[in-house]
């Protein structure tokens, strides 16, 4: 896959602090500059410390600025062809159709770009070690909370999730420091998610945050955050396409439980489909 730097920046602008947002809007404006001005030419001319640079690129995943500057001269030189494009009223079927499907690539490769190896690895060593498992989001996200029981109940992991939120905060106060919380966001800041996150982390609960703000409260309070990247259009708020990459999330995880805890899976996988075959009978 090849990667959109100037793609990965803009998804990743709203969770910017403000020179960091100063920094990235003068790369996204003049990237040939970038190319030709040394580290302390752009600090200069943005007021900003030459470090404040530096961990800007850190942030974005380079080692350091020249580390930038080589990635934005190859994709200058051979520049990407822009994946998402804004849906109009002209537009006819098939041309929305096509908009939307290269909508959710871009946002699955925004999301695989910012994706952290340890974060998966340890969210995953987290289920397997609980002694249960239970997945907390509202709205939309409690449609995403269900997928994952409806995926987790299937490995053989004590799984559970309510769609009312009140459940959902009362079955948070009954947990303990041997369960898990996994908490579903994309703002990282619905009362209702950080109510039942504050009352998980009172009663010691290790949590796994899934959001697309590392900022926000819930990015901030879990144990492993987990992010996604997703930007807006006109017909789709930023919210509603995160879905994609917290769907994504949930089934790199669920197949990580699957192949880690094999035999266990295979037995649940087994009893779900037999329950399932005898109700269609």
Partial sequence: MTTNNLGKIRSYYARLSDKEKKIATYILDNPEKIIHNTINEVAEELDVADATVFRFCKRMGFKGYQALKIALASEIMTPIQQIHEEINELDNEKSVAEKVFKSNIRTLENTLQILEGDSIQKAVELILSANRVELYGTGGSAVIAMDAYHKFIRTGIKAFAFLDSHFQLMAAS???ENDVGIVISHSGMNKDT???LNTLNENGVKTIGITGFPKSPIGQKVSVPLYTSSEETEYRSE???????QLSLIDALYVNLMILNKESAKKSLKKVRSAISETRM
């Fill in 194 to 196: 950080i109510r039942i």
């Fill in 174 to 176: 009954q947990l303990t």
């Fill in 239 to 245: 919210a509603l396409a995160s879905r994609i990459g």
